[in-house]
Nanobody, 123 residues
Framework: VQLEESGGGLVQAGGSLRLSCAVS?????????IGWFRQAPGKTRENVAA????????YYEDSVKGRFTISRDNVKNTVFLQMNSLKPEDTAVYYC????????????????WGRGIQVTVSS
């Protein structure tokens, strides 16, 4: 399984970015749970959003609820993270990750990872 993030960059506070995670896998794309994680300098990596292989509602970390939206395009094998009302504290390297046929949020539950992409929010 290969994952590739795109869409990062520099944005002013209050602005928006949309991250994309393109997934290449032998198994059916819909059988994968995809999560978006981020890691800021000096901090541990945290899951900010996940869309599950099952019908379970998406997961959002508390600090991004109402601002971030995760979605998946099952034709393009891509997961998106729409980030609105960005804050300087959202600055981090963002990673997408995948696990097959599992409803997990914690980092240790994911088997496949992208390389990450920088998001910088200026004040």
């Amino acid at each position: 399984v290969q994952l590739e993030e795109s869409g990062g960059g520099l944005v002013q506070a209050g602005g928006s970015l949309r991250l994309s995670c393109a997934v290449s896998a032998r198994a059916t794309f819909t059988s994968y749970t995809i999560g978006w994680f981020r890691q800021a300098p000096g901090k541990t990596r945290e899951n900010v959003a996940a869309v599950f292989w099952s019908d379970t509602n998406p997961y959002y970390e508390d600090s991004v609820k109402g601002r971030f939206t995760i979605s998946r395009d099952n034709v393009k094998n891509t997961v998106f993270l729409q980030m609105n009302s960005l804050k300087p504290e959202d600055t981090a390297v963002y990673y997408c990750a995948a696990v097959r046929r599992a409803t997990v949020v914690r980092e240790w539950g994911y088997d496949f990872w992208g390389r990450g992409i920088q998001v910088t929010v200026s004040s």
